[in-house]
């Protein structure tokens, strides 16, 4: 088997556990401020726009329609197969000009580059603002109750000490990923959103397997030998192997999907990209730490 890590290997952890407070905490206020103060670049889903869905006769090349609709200055431009591959879905931001000279725009366009592949345009519809502000409010409940099945999930199977770091550390890989979306100015649509929701799946998933050998350690014969920070830092070496290692690889097949997937799911990647990277880190620095922290202060108020 594979091993990034030496078994043996004895980095102490929690003795750094200020370090990646004070690291954690800047990147949030950094993160909250870039979030309030710059807000996001809604894409299409959530801004409003117009849709339109043409019918080609044989399956079009998209990052050819992309082409040449890129060309009108129509700003935001999403296309995607919709139903079949024949079928494509025009997504285009909310502009100052009328529905239908957008759409006669894309429609002359279309004929024009596509002469040997006939199609029909089957609806054009204008997406309000208003049905994109119920998507963010779902969107932000869909998170909400991650976020509290989580809580309730983890403090079944473990402890609210566990529970509220695991919680910690997922609210702290969102915002930061959300803070970095920000800054770069980068779209917010519904894959996005997908995203990190994966990312919320993801980090849980990393912070389980620590917080499961942390529990397997403090029932077993070293729990009377080693006081608390011995025992989580034991833990966090015994299983820093297999997280790098999982990490590495995950982050090769979304590289991959960043740099090689095409601008559809560019957006998707580099989010995920953020998620694994943060969540990794909070994995092993902060929600093991938050943990040791809340039973030593616990235990010293007892």
């Known amino acids: ?168 550390a997922i609210f702290h890989d969102v915002i930061i990923t959300l803070g970095i979306f920000s800054l770069m100015g980068r779209e917010i649509n519904l894959p996005i959103i997908a995203a990190l929701l994966t990312i919320v799946g993801y980090s849980l998933n990393d912070t389980i397997v620590v917080f499961d050998r942390i529990r397997e350690n403090m029932r077993g014969e070293d729990a009377e030998k080693m006081n608390l920070k011995d025992l989580m830092n034991k833990s966090l070496n015994e299983t820093l192997s297999r997280t790098v290692l999982t990490s590495l690889t995950t982050l090769v097949a979304v590289l991959s999907l960043y740099l090689f997937g095409g601008a559809v799911i560019n957006g998707f990647a580099f989010a995920l990209l953020i998620g694994v990277i943060v969540g990794t880190y909070s994995s092993i620095g902060i929600a093991s730490a938050f943990v040791y922290t809340i039973k030593t202060k616990k235990e010293a108020a007892a």
């Open 1 to 168: 088997m594979l091993e990034i890590v030496k078994q043996g290997t004895r980095i102490d952890f929690l003795s750094k556990a200020k370090i990646f407070f004070a690291v954690s905490g800047a990147l949030l206020v950094i993160s909250l401020g870039l979030i309030f103060s710059k807000g996001f670049n809604y894409g299409i889903d959530f801004a409003g726009g117009t849709v339109i869905q043409a019918s080609f006769e044989n399956e079009p090349n998209l990052d050819e329609i992309r082409g040449s609709l890129g060309k009108l200055n129509l700003g935001d431009v999403v296309i995607q197969n919709f139903g079949n591959e024949t079928d494509v879905l025009i997504r285009v931001e909310r502009s100052s000009k009328e529905l239908e000279e957008v759409s006669r725009e894309i429609k002359n366009t279309l004929e024009t580059n596509f002469k040997s592949n006939p199609f029909k345009i089957v609806r054009v519809e204008q997406v309000g603002p208003q049905v994109g502000e119920e998507l963010k409010t779902k969107a932000g409940y869909a998170v909400l109750y991650a976020l509290v099945g989580v809580l309730l999930y983890i403090a079944f199977r473990f402890q609210l000490n566990f529970s509220l770091g695991a919680v910690l």
